[in-house]
């Protein structure tokens, strides 16, 4: 069953009982969220999606929720905390999860401090769906290489 999870808190009661691949993604432009998961939806089976357009409510819902993620998908320009500051909480919490940055912003502004603090991965967002097929390949060989670790 694919679900995905468009609200802010408070947290859906089905976001506690996820199944097959669980992801967090955080962006703070909806409509963008609501592209990725309906993207993903389709491309990948068995996969709950629980989105935030807030990174400190998507820290507050790692840090009470139980439910175990598979992985984190983040913008980096986001108001309150950039991706990268939300990477450095949500690793305190959750310090084996695959972390994907997606963003618009210039690569070489980010991903030499992205990969350097530890994210595994960078895709470039594109106006369309091209770097989506990008993400789903990408979560799929991250999810299935963090589970064979466990």
Do not use: W
Not at 17 to 35: K, N, R, S
Not at 49 to 68: K, Q, Y
Not at 104 to 130: H, L, R
Request: charged content about 20%; glycine content about 4%; overall charge negative.
């Amino acid at each position: 069953m694919n679900q995905s999870q468009f609200t802010d808190p408070p947290a859906n009661p089905q976001e506690s009982a996820c199944t097959g691949i669980t992801i967090v993604h955080v962006d703070d432009q909806q409509p963008f969220l609501e592209l990725t998961s309906d993207y993903l939806t389709n491309e990948l089976t068995d996969i709950t999606i629980i989105n935030r357009t807030d990174p400190e409510d998507a820290v507050s819902f790692l840090e009470t929720n139980n439910v175990d993620i598979d992985c984190i998908v983040t913008d980096y320009a986001m108001g309150p905390l950039n991706g990268l500051e939300f990477y450095e909480q949500a690793k305190s919490l959750a310090p084996d999860i695959p972390f994907i940055l997606l963003t618009n912003e210039d690569p070489d502004a980010v991903v030499a401090d992205a990969f350097e603090i530890g994210i595994d991965s960078y895709i470039q967002k594109s106006s369309g769906t091209a770097n989506l097929s990008i993400l789903a390949n990408r979560i799929s060989i991250l999810v299935e290489l963090y589970r064979q670790r466990q």
